[in-house]
């Protein structure tokens, strides 16, 4: 079986030299760090034992070729190089693979390809990428499968079959959308709080940040669950997602936070992967994590907007995805002094206005189009969530891409 594995940070370099350690036919697409594993390979840190792994390396699609599988490790914020980078690998037979967090990835892939060809994978293993070509596995690993179109397969189980060998354990499911809420009650707490508690516990809990607040530490998985305070609004969170999943029409049972739970308290001091692109100043995935909460959170039924993902969200546009607005005094410029002039203003909440008003909350994605991505500042106000500012489209970042690690998983992260 020939693999091509596009986006080589944490994730997709290490379930591809797992595959590629089982004699398998990986190719890796790279930038960054071509030449240093051209020239040595790439090495996997594990307390599993260590190895080094030999893929076959490209730095363009097209000197790869078409593929029986396409494995999928990049940040979201490159989702917009899909129709650039996939194409020359992907024919008729090809199964394409995202390994990616949050929400839409799937969507997005089948306005390329056929859906038929797509399947999700939802990873819990902890990873960071610690060098050129050098990853760190620090927990975890296991593999949750699933078709986007239909339920499992012949072809489900084959390439779960294909993991298994690998010593990766994978896990064919039949509801791909319920998995993926699922990991979300993961990703949004220990993501978002981690990012936001930089700011103090504080501003996360008022949901505003004081004209002269400055950045702390982001929080680790250990110094979240370590703080009753902190623990406290993860749990919170992890409810409200459950809520949100369920009012989609999913069942998620309350044990899912509880598992999720157990399995952190095993991780130490574990840096999401949210949090390292932030220490990074590098672009977040807003789009696919929190903004999909902002979405869901509109839902009649569910608590206000001053529920405690809606002040993480707006805690962290605060920071503006790493890079600090500073003002004269040093300190962080308030989100509601972002406004610029003439920028659309939504109220959400008990009252919703313009386009796109669907089950009695308003749609961001209809309403603001590929303009909601990332430097949306926005504030509270009332019992309304109030989106002010400049609906620009996001700069795209070059593919291949390795801006970040794609690190830890736990529905991706712990990843």
């Known amino acids: 079986m020939k693999i091509a594995v596009v986006g080589c940070g944490a994730l997709g370099s290490y379930y591809g030299a797992k595959l590629c350690r089982d004699a398998r036919e990986v190719h890796f697409l790279l930038r960054s760090d071509f030449e240093v594993v051209s020239r040595g390979g790439v090495f996997i840190q594990s307390a599993d034992g260590p190895f080094r792994a030999y893929p076959r390396c490209a730095n363009v699609p097209e000197a790869i070729g078409t593929c029986d599988l396409v494995l999928l490790g990049l940040k979201t914020t490159a989702n917009n190089q899909f129709a650039k980078l996939l194409p020359p690998m992907v024919g008729p037979a090809t199964a394409i693979l995202t390994l990616q967090n949050g929400l839409g990835n799937e969507e997005q892939l089948a306005r390329i390809f056929p859906p038929a060809q797509i399947l999700g994978g939802l990873c819990f293993v902890c990873l960071n990428r610690v060098a050129p070509g050098?990853?760190?596995?620090?927990?975890?690993?296991?593999?949750?499968?699933?078709?986007?179109?239909?339920?499992?397969?012949?072809?489900?189980?084959?390439?779960?079959?294909?993991?298994?060998?690998?010593?990766?354990?994978?896990?064919?499911?039949?509801?791909?959308?319920?998995?993926?809420?699922?990991?979300?009650?993961?990703?949004?707490?220990?993501?978002?709080?981690?990012?936001?508690?930089?700011?103090?516990?504080?501003?996360?809990?008022?949901?505003?940040?004081?004209?002269?607040?400055?950045?702390?530490?982001?929080?680790?998985?250990?110094?979240?669950?370590?703080?009753?305070?902190?623990?406290?609004?993860?749990?919170?969170?992890?409810?409200?997602?459950?809520?949100?999943?369920?009012?989609?029409?999913?069942?998620?049972?309350?044990?899912?936070?509880?598992?999720?739970?157990?399995?952190?308290?095993?991780?130490?001091?574990?840096?999401?992967?949210?949090?390292?692109?932030?220490?990074?100043?590098?672009?977040?995935?807003?789009?696919?994590?929190?903004?999909?909460?902002?979405?869901?959170?509109?839902?009649?039924?569910?608590?206000?907007?001053?529920?405690?993902?809606?002040?993480?969200?707006?805690?962290?546009?605060?920071?503006?995805?790493?890079?600090?607005?500073?003002?004269s005094g040093g300190g962080l410029e308030r989100p509601g002094r972002l406004k610029q002039k003439g920028a659309p203003s939504f109220r959400i909440g008990r009252v919703a206005a313009g386009p796109g008003r669907f089950g009695g909350g308003l749609d961001l994605k209809t309403a603001f189009g590929d303009g909601v991505q990332q430097g949306i500042p926005f504030g509270l106000q009332g019992s309304g969530l109030r989106l002010s500012g400049a609906l620009r489209r996001p700069r795209a970042h070059p593919a291949g891409a390795q801006r970040s690690d794609r690190g830890n998983h736990l529905g991706g992260n712990p990843r």
Not at 176 to 184: G, I, N, S, V
Not at 205 to 217: I, M, Q, V
Not at 224 to 234: I, K
Not at 268 to 290: M, N, V
């Open 134 to 327: 050098v990853i760190h596995h620090i927990d975890h690993g296991a593999i949750m499968l699933g078709e986007f179109q239909g339920g499992p397969g012949p072809r489900t189980h084959a390439l779960a079959s294909l993991f298994r060998q690998a010593g990766v354990p994978c896990e064919v499911i039949e509801n791909l959308a319920r998995a993926h809420w699922e990991k979300l009650v993961w990703n949004i707490p220990f993501n978002g709080l981690g990012v936001a508690g930089a700011a103090g516990f504080d501003a996360v809990s008022n949901g505003a940040l004081s004209a002269d607040a400055n950045r702390g530490p982001c929080l680790t998985t250990d110094q979240l669950l370590g703080d009753p305070r902190w623990e406290r609004l993860v749990r919170e969170l992890m409810s409200e997602v459950i809520a949100a999943g369920r009012a989609q029409g999913l069942s998620i049972a309350d044990s899912v936070a509880d598992a999720h739970l157990a399995r952190t308290r095993t991780m130490g001091a574990y840096k999401a992967s949210t949090l390292i692109d932030f220490e990074r100043r590098q672009p977040l995935e807003l789009e696919s994590l929190d903004l999909a909460a902002v979405e869901f959170s509109v839902i009649p039924g569910l608590p206000s907007c001053r529920s405690p993902e809606r002040r993480t969200i707006h805690v962290r546009r605060g920071f503006r995805d790493g890079k600090e607005r500073r003002g």
